[in-house]
């Protein structure tokens, strides 16, 4: 267990340190933001004098280790525009984004397993054929498209329900629907074809020969051996969502992490685009990792994959 942990927390540093890179070197790429950030009747002089005083006269690869040195020393720098501090501007948005990542991500995942369950209750192949199609159909529709859609029917044609902001609890009701229904067609197709493939193995069957019910049987046991294949893609989808979901909270203007780095990469703010890239990765490396145990200490052979 221990070597397994370490093998993956040296992938997860491996990881974060070419995001760090990465991110350092796309952002210097665009140039530097002092004709954004003055006015438009600014000389050039006045330009060049502020890139210099931020630091972006240097040698890159002194701008470079000095980031470095910063992110050690936890400074990851003050926004360009907003003069304040880029961890605490992420951190600020953190919950937001946790709030409308872990709601979708249960959402999703619980209605895959109760359509998945039911397909395997009552065998029906026209419900299989019904969930799959209404799947497909979802996604093929672009989630900005199928949110303002739903703003266009639940907000504009009904108003029964908020399209902006984070105000209240129904705030969420539009912007989950979105991401959920997005990731459920992807998890019923993985436990359906998990589930199915449980069915044909001998210990069904023995369950059924000693008079267990279909349901005991789905529930109990077959149900935790075809959660496996799932847990690792739930973890990747997981992983995504909490790193940001940028369209979304752009369309329904939901004031989380996505929505302010879209703003600051439209804005060069270096500070925040590089502090909020190294948070998605920081938090996509650890449910990841978590995955990995989790999935480890229900089946040990993956230790060897």
Known sequence: MIGFLLRRLGLAAATLFAVVTIAFLLGRATGAPGALLLPDNATTEDIAALNASLGFDLPLIVQYFSYVAGLFAGDFGDSYRLREPALGLILARLPATFELALSAFSVGLALALVVALSIQLTGSRALRAIAGWAGALRQSVPDFFFGLLLVLVFSVTLSVLPSLGRTSP???????????????????????????????????????????????????????????????????NLGGLLGGTVVVEVVFAWPGLGQLLTNAVSQRDFPIVQAGLLFVALMFVFVNIVVDIVVYRIDPRTSLA
């Open 170 to 236: 129904a705030s969420l009701v539009l912007p989950v629907i979105t991401l959920a229904t997005g990731q459920f067609v992807m998890y019923l197709r993985l436990l359906d074809a998990a589930l199915s493939e449980q069915a044909d193995q001998d210990y069904v069957r023995t369950a059924f020969a000693q008079g267990q019910t279909r349901s005991t049987i789905l529930v109990t046991q077959m149900l935790p051996n075809a959660l496996l294949p799932v847990l690792g893609m739930a973890g990747l």
